[in-house]
Structures are given as structure tokens and as C-alpha cells.
């Protein structure tokens, strides 16, 4: 069962940047795997933030963080990433990294949908504060 592990939460002041980090425990790949970044903030219910393909040529994001943040993916180390440039106190959340198999049919295809995913991180707390 693919196991995936989320690092680079912290604080952040208003206008900075953070990048977060999805990796697949050892012995895992993410190849075949369209990677979803979610967030959950204080006494909301999740949401999706960006999504990447398996082939990594396809991105979605949230209207919110469009312009701010960016997703990519290497393959050869089995990791995805989350930049969040221009930070806002709306970003603290914590942030969850899901993946879900895609066939190589489906390789640029890529969902925001919680329900889609079959993997979940254990997520890393984003805080946004002066």
C-alpha cells in the first residue's frame, strides 16, 4: 500500500514563501500516480488545492492560489512538490498530499476531488502570521 509523507509545514509570514514536499516512502513509486494537494483549514472542511498528472504535463489549480502557488513533480526521486510563493493568512491550513493509480491511458489526467483519491499523507500544518 503506498505510503506518502508530507514535510516543509512551518510558519510563514504574509507575503513569503514555503515549499511543501510529498514523497513515497521507501520502496514506493509514484509513477502512475495523478497527485492531489488538499487543505484543510480551522473549522473548515477540505478542499482541493492543486492536482498534477502522472506524466506531470497537467496541472489544476484553486482559483485562490492561481498566480501564488505552483505544483511539479520528479519522478526519479519520487516526490512532488507545492511551492507557495506571496503567502496569505487565508493559506493557513493543514496541507494534505493524496495520490490516486492512473493507466497510462489516463497519464494527463489529473482530479481536485478528495473522493478520487485511494492515498493520504498524514499532512503538514501551514501557518500564516505576522
Known amino acids: 500500500q503506498l505510503q506518502l509523507v508530507e514535510s516543509g509545514g512551518g510558519l510563514v509570514q504574509p507575503g513569503g514563501s514555503l515549499s511543501l514536499s510529498c514523497a513515497a516512502a521507501s520502496g514506493f513509486t509514484l509513477d502512475n500516480y495523478a497527485i492531489g494537494w488538499f487543505r484543510q483549514a480551522p473549522g473548515k472542511g477540505r478542499e482541493g488545492v492543486f492536482c498534477?498528472?502522472?506524466?506531470?504535463?497537467?496541472?489544476m489549480n484553486l482559483d485562490s492560489v492561481k498566480g501564488r502557488f505552483t505544483v511539479s513533480r520528479d519522478n526519479a526521486k519520487n516526490t512532488v512538490y507545492l511551492q507557495m510563493n506571496s503567502t496569505e493568512p487565508e493559506d493557513t491550513a493543514v496541507y494534505y498530499c493524496?495520490?490516486?493509480?492512473?493507466?497510462?491511458?489516463?497519464?494527463?489526467?489529473?482530479?481536485?476531488?478528495?473522493?478520487?483519491?485511494?492515498?493520504w499523507g498524514n499532512g503538514t500544518l501551514v501557518t500564516v502570521s505576522s
Open positions: 498534477i498528472s502522472s506524466s506531470g504535463r497537467v496541472t
Open positions: 493524496a495520490a490516486y493509480y492512473r493507466p497510462l491511458l489516463f497519464q494527463h489526467v489529473c482530479s481536485m476531488r478528495a473522493d478520487d483519491m485511494e492515498y
